[in-house]
């Protein structure tokens, strides 16, 4: 089942950037090359991105990059779970003008290959530890604002995003799951 929606997924996301891409063949494209610092509750995720304009108001983005695991005390499954694993995301992206910049929302679909190590206690109260590999999808939503920087071909953009965390495949015990906030900083070289 997880393959499935994995798939049904990426076919929207490049269903609707091939009808954009279509449709407005007359607009120049620009592309972007950047990085981001992603940061949320239980991690931090840093990536490289790319991201094509399909038309003056909207974007396809490709991002990849590491998601370094630290859920402290947030696990309801586990005392404590730390791990890491590479990934990427794709994404499209509505661009509304205001200003110097301009506010954009996203549709972005994460995934991520993890390894989790965790600690426990069974029913008697002695610890117990184990790793637990898991495919993360994680669809989610992006808010935000990118403002050009003056006097060069750059832009810093500052982001909210929303979305759950779904653990497709799971080979060990049992490590959360959920919903989950975060927050972005993008810098962004227009080439």
Known sequence: MGKQVIWVLLLCISGIGLTYSQDNKDTAAQTALGVSA?????????????????????????????????????SDVNLTEEGEGFGGSVGFRKH????????????NLDIWSLNIDWTDVDPTDAPISGST????????LEGGYFLPIKNTKSQLGLTLGF?????????????????????????????
Do not use: C, M
């Open 96 to 107: 509304y003008p205001s200003g110097k910049g301009k506010f954009i929302a996203g549709l």
């Open 133 to 140: 590999y898991t495919l993360v999808i994680q669809p989610w």
């Open 38 to 74: 992603q940061v949320y509750p239980a991690g931090f995720i840093p990536t490289l991105n790319l991201e094509h304009a399909l038309n003056e108001n909207s974007s396809l983005l490709v991002r990849v990059g590491a998601n370094i695991v630290d859920r402290k005390d947030f």
């Open 163 to 191: 979305g759950r965390e779904i653990n497709a495949i799971t080979s060990g015990e049992e490590v959360e799951q959920g919903f989950i906030g975060s927050l972005l900083l993008h810098y962004q070289i227009i080439l």
